[in-house]
């Protein structure tokens, strides 16, 4: 095998690790996208709703982020509002981000 012929090989087979790389990448942040109207953030293993820009919500793996839009739809589901960022009372912080 002549080296120019291995150096094309070497490089086929960066390139497609690297397709299969993005293609991965796009397909997980699609499935992790934040929905449209999402004001909540509650993590599947916990019973609790957070703000989304709250320290402890940032803190919740991707793969385990439940998304509510209203406060009554966390707590249908059996979540209770974060000690912390105070969900329940969204104006009070003119600064609180809603997604």
């Not at 997980?28 to 953030?41: D, L, Q, T």
């Not at 916990?46 to 406060?71: G, M, Q």
């Amino acid at each position: 095998m002549t080296r120019r012929r291995m150096i094309l090989q070497a490089a086929l087979i960066v390139i497609a690790g690297v397709l299969l790389f993005a293609a991965g990448w796009f397909a997980r942040s699609e499935r992790f996208a934040v929905p449209e109207g999402a004001r909540f953030v509650a993590s599947t293993a916990s019973e609790v709703y957070h703000a989304p820009d709250c320290i402890y919500a940032e803190k919740i793996p991707l793969r385990n982020r439940a998304w509510f839009r209203s406060i009554q739809e966390a707590e249908a589901n059996g979540c209770r509002p974060c000690g912390h960022c105070h969900p329940e009372t969204p104006g009070e912080d003119p600064n609180r981000a809603v997604y």
